[in-house]
């Protein structure tokens, strides 16, 4: 069994700054992309960031210049940090493996989530 655990949202005032971080544990041999979605209430989920295994990175428009994305392959760990906050920022984040595999032969985990983390910007 494979997991997906979330940390570091919570309330900020805008212009502040959180750091997301999320840790697969499990059976994993390697993961391909990493990344991080969110949704906000009445909105569809949308893609913030990803981030290859070789470290290429991917950013949504409204997030480029305040958010960074880095990940540490060893501990099958991705973080998103998020620079001068704004209230359009708020919603539940979710951390994304794009595919994980269990050995070097074993066919992978296709598009797995975790279990969202809320983010709340106050003006």
């Known amino acids: 069994q494979v997991q997906l655990v979330e940390s570091g949202g919570g309330l900020v005032q805008a212009g502040g700054s959180l750091r997301l971080s999320c840790a697969a544990s499990?059976?994993?041999?390697?993961?391909?992309?990493m990344g991080w979605y969110r949704q906000a209430p009445g909105k569809q989920r949308e893609l913030v960031a990803t981030?290859?295994?070789?470290?290429?990175?991917n950013y949504a428009d409204s997030v480029k210049g305040r958010f960074t994305i880095s990940r540490v392959n060893a501990k099958n760990t991705v973080y998103l940090q998020m620079n001068s906050l704004k209230p359009e920022d708020t919603g539940v984040y979710y951390c994304?493996?794009?595919?994980?595999?269990?050995?070097?032969?074993?066919?992978?985990?296709?598009?797995?989530w975790g279990q969202g983390t809320q983010v709340t910007v106050s003006s």
């Open positions: 981030i290859t295994s070789g470290g290429s990175t």
């Open positions: 994304n493996v794009d595919r994980l595999y269990y050995s070097l032969s074993a066919q992978p985990l296709r598009d797995y």
């Open positions: 499990g059976r994993i041999f390697s993961i391909n992309t």
